[in-house]
């Protein structure tokens, strides 16, 4: 269960990060341009 529990916290982190940087990346060319 332990190991669930690591596997789901990584896996949500990354999701985290992932749309953080999507977020991101659209203001920094919006501010570009």
């Known amino acids: ?3 669930v529990l690591i596997i789901f916290g990584v896996l949500a982190a990354s999701y985290v990060v992932g ?3 999507e977020v ?7 501010t570009k341009k």
Not at 24 to 30: F, G
């Open 1 to 3: 269960m332990f190991i």
């Open 19 to 21: 749309w953080g940087v």
């Open 24 to 30: 991101l990346w659209k203001r920094l060319r919006k």
